[in-house]
């Protein structure tokens, strides 16, 4: 079993449409949780990064995390067609050495339609 | 803030090269620094991660003798791909942290490097 697990789409929604992505995770040993969008050929971008179950916002982005359920998620309010690219999903745990490790979804593709 | 620069964004070079990739945290101190291989349509996967001025620490599976990592300072960490094949090539990025041993230390990623072996 994956410790996180990402639907990988694409997902299509029309401009204007609220997104939901979601991914699950096995590891109750991860303590902070993170979004990152990825444009093709280009490196992830930190978009949310969480600690505690809840909600955080920022501008059109919410993530959401229930660790009952070892569930994540981001909404994106108002898409917008500039919104197309990879959202990766991750979790982060400490190793042995100290370090924190992310363990990356596989991400889900958005097409965003004008 | 936090921009991290990765070069050469695109490499091909002939078997059994080596090819060095630069990695460079613009406007912040990084005390840690990450390296990941990403194939196509595949999740990134963590190759090795070091701390400033110490060795790295590779993931299982990683030959550390065939990706030589230096961070010998806050800014500046390279990845050595030592004579290189065909199936090393990938899409190799990096990421840069404050002290990952603490908590609350997001990981801020450069724009990878596409190696192709021919």
């Known amino acids: 079993q994956k410790e996180v697990e990402q639907d990988p789409g694409p997902l299509s929604v029309p401009e204007g449409a609220i997104v939901s992505l979601n991914c699950t995770y096995s590891?109750?040993?991860?303590?902070?949780f993170m979004w990152y969008r990825q444009y093709s050929r280009k490196g992830p971008e930190l978009l949310m990064y969480t600690y505690s179950s809840g909600n955080k916002e920022d501008g059109r982005f919410t993530a959401q995390v229930d660790k009952s359920s070892k569930y994540i998620s981001l909404f994106i309010r108002d898409s917008q067609p500039s919104d197309s690219a990879t959202y990766l999903c991750a979790g982060e745990r400490s190793l042995n050495t100290g370090f924190q490790k992310l363990v990356f979804g596989t991400g889900t593709r958005l097409l965003v339609s004008p | 803030g936090a921009v991290v620069s990765q070069h050469p964004s695109w490499v091909i070079c002939k078997s059994g090269t080596s090819v060095k990739i630069e990695c460079r945290s613009l406007d912040f101190q990084a005390t840690t620094m990450f390296w990941y291989r990403q194939f196509p349509k595949q999740s990134l996967m963590l190759m090795a991660t070091?701390?400033?001025?110490?060795?790295?620490?590779?993931e299982q599976g990683v030959e550390k003798d065939k990706f030589l990592i230096n961070h010998a300072s806050l800014t500046l960490s390279t990845l050595t791909v030592t004579s290189a094949h065909p199936e090393d090539s990938s899409f190799y990025i990096c990421s840069a942290s404050g002290d990952s041993r603490h908590s609350n230390q997001p990981q801020h990623f450069g724009d990878g490097t596409r190696l192709s072996i021919l």
């Open positions: 070091s701390n400033e001025g110490s060795k790295a620490t590779y």
């Open positions: 590891n109750s040993a991860f303590q902070y």
